[in-house]
């Protein structure tokens, strides 16, 4: 196959034709009628050459950029020896990996079930706590998003599971940030909390120091799970390598995904406290995932976790994450009547805007401007800039310089 040749040619009508007409109606409406041919550190060229800064990320796949030389020399060595493993017999890479999760995340997290997606290591957070609780409530925020799997779909909005019904009962939302309703909601028939440290598809809306240890209190007082989920805002998003360390409180459990691949491999985590994994020692075969941490993948994200952990690797999220705040108050004072408010934690940045409409126009005027970012799905009124952890300082000016051509751009708008 002549995959430039196709790319330029035929790739974007086949994708129409095959593949989604209904996400290429969008993508042209949003600038993103493309196809991402050659990519290669923070940028992604399209079939024609013209470059792109990713201020996507996928939510984090791409921390370490495109194409990351040292992850791809590490699956081509990890080729070498092994496969995707039998899901069914034991696993020296599942095992490495796992001891250096117990290790890296917070207390006494101890055990790690792998998984492909976040969904499906959400899925199993949930099936978890109900077993050991025996209870059925599960209580998530409103604007929270853990993935499009039975449960975890679940735990979302109504715009996006009131096509499916009937779906799992016993899911209840409770506003994000608000112990009050959180501690009305957790009676003795609560299984679990989960939320993310940092809701991403609802504009990255960062909770104050005392949010999480109170969830933590509410949680112990009825005896219900605390689950966290990190697929967004982990592995060195926030500048630390978890977001929770900022809040100091140990949960329940922890679900990791999209940077765990490296971008490379499919890669999520359900890791818990050794009292959650005694349902699993009595039944070790409840929960199968074959494809659920491929050993091939074990190894490039434990070069992932290598990486990220580095003290220095996170400072430098931290500065980068401050020359972004600095440039965005700029930008703030001269479109105030556009910008409403920075939030930003490291590189996990959102931008609150007066009108849901607003999210839609930036998102187009950043395409046209060179950048690739998204509005937030449930709170249209945010934009959601989340670069990979590795953009250079010249790269950040970039971004900014491209933020206030856009505002200015949306003035005249
Ligand atoms: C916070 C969060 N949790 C879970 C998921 C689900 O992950 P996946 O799409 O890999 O199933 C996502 C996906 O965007 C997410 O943002």
């Given at each position: 196959m002549d995959w430039e040749k196709y790319l330029k040619e035929e790739a974007l009508l086949d994708y129409e034709k095959y593949v989604s007409p209904g996400k290429l109606k969008a993508y042209r409406l949003l600038g993103f009628d493309f196809v991402p041919a050659r990519r290669e550190?923070?940028?992604?060229?399209?079939?024609?050459?013209?470059?792109y800064l990713n201020c996507r990320s996928s939510g984090g796949v791409f921390n370490f950029g495109h194409r990351?030389?040292?992850?791809?020399?590490?699956?081509e060595q990890a080729l070498r020896l092994f496969d995707i493993g039998d899901h069914l017999l034991a696993s020296g890479a599942r095992a490495a990996l796992a001891k250096k999760l117990a290790e890296l995340t917070p207390g006494d997290i101890q055990y790690t079930v792998f998984g492909v997606s976040g969904g499906e290591a959400v899925d199993l957070a949930i099936k978890l706590a109900r077993a050991h609780t025996q209870r059925p409530k599960i209580i998530s925020a409103i604007g929270g998003y853990h993935g499009h799997t039975g449960f975890a779909l679940a735990t979302g909005d109504e715009e996006f599971k009131k096509y499916f019904g009937p779906l799992a009962p016993g899911f209840v939302q409770v506003p994000f940030g608000d112990l009050k309703a959180l501690e009305k909601e957790l009676d003795q028939t609560a299984a679990a909390v989960i939320f993310e440290t940092i809701p991403a598809t609802f504009g990255i809306k960062i909770p104050p120091l005392d949010f999480f240890p109170g969830v933590r209190k509410l949680c112990d007082r009825a005896g219900a799970?605390?689950?966290?989920?990190?697929?967004?805002?982990g592995?060195?998003?926030?500048?630390k390598l978890w977001a929770?360390?900022?809040?100091?409180?140990?949960?329940?459990i922890m679900v990791m995904g999209k940077g765990l691949s490296g971008a490379i491999y499919p890669m999520s985590a359900t890791c818990l406290r050794p009292f959650l994994n005694r349902f699993l020692e009595?039944?070790?075969?409840?929960?199968?995932?074959?494809?659920?941490?491929?050993?091939?993948?074990?190894?490039?994200t434990l070069k992932v976790l290598e990486m990220t952990g580095k003290p220095e690797f996170l400072s430098e999220v931290r500065r980068k994450g401050g020359a972004f705040e600095k440039g965005l108050s700029g930008i703030q004072k001269r479109h105030p009547r556009l910008?409403?408010?920075?939030?930003?934690?490291?590189?996990m940045i959102g931008i609150g805007m007066p009108e849901p409409k607003y999210g839609m126009l930036l998102?187009?005027?950043?395409?046209?401007?060179?950048?690739?970012?998204?509005?937030a799905h449930n709170d249209p009124s945010a934009m959601i800039i989340m670069p990979p952890l590795i953009i250079s300082d010249s790269e950040i000016a970039f971004v900014l310089e491209a933020l206030e051509k856009s505002f200015m751009e949306l003035e005249k708008f």
């Open positions: 550190g923070v940028w992604i060229y399209d079939q024609n050459g013209r470059k990351p030389a040292e992850l791809i020399a590490e699956l799970v605390m689950i966290i989920d990190e697929v967004q805002a592995l060195g998003r926030t500048g929770i360390e900022e809040y100091n409180v140990v949960p329940d009595e039944h070790p075969f409840i929960h199968i995932s074959t494809m659920g941490g491929s050993e091939a993948g074990c190894l490039v910008v409403k408010e920075i939030r930003c934690q490291g590189l998102t187009m005027a950043l395409s046209k401007n060179g950048v690739i970012a998204l509005f």
